[in-house]
């Protein structure tokens, strides 16, 4: 885990050849968090508000996408649905 000041950077792991920024919190039943796209879009922007509610029962892993957020921008990279 990763302490930061700015409760968007929580975890990181590498994912393919770039770092992803994610939160994983509370125990339990997994459930994966897909944020939508738009300027600014993060994990944390989409789902502050209903990951400490989800996580009271459940896992809850949340993602910032290839490209958005806190997760890295790799150069050349073709923004796809298999990105």
């Known amino acids: 885990m ?3 000041v ?10 393919g050849n770039f770092l992803t920024n994610y939160h ?6 997994p459930v994966v968090m897909v944020h939508g796209s738009g300027p600014g879009v993060t994990a944390w922007a989409n789902w ?5 509610e989800l996580a009271k029962d459940r896992r809850v ?4 996408m290839l490209g ?7 150069e ?5 649905k298999e990105h």
């Open 24 to 29: 994983d919190v509370g125990e339990g039943f």
């Open 6 to 15: 700015n409760p968007e950077i929580v975890n990181s792991i590498k994912t």
């Open 68 to 74: 958005f957020g806190y997760t890295e921008r790799p």
């Open 2 to 4: 990763n302490i930061s």
């Open 61 to 64: 892993i949340a993602p910032d």
């Open 76 to 80: 050349g990279v073709t923004y796809s």
């Open 48 to 52: 502050r508000l209903v990951m400490p």
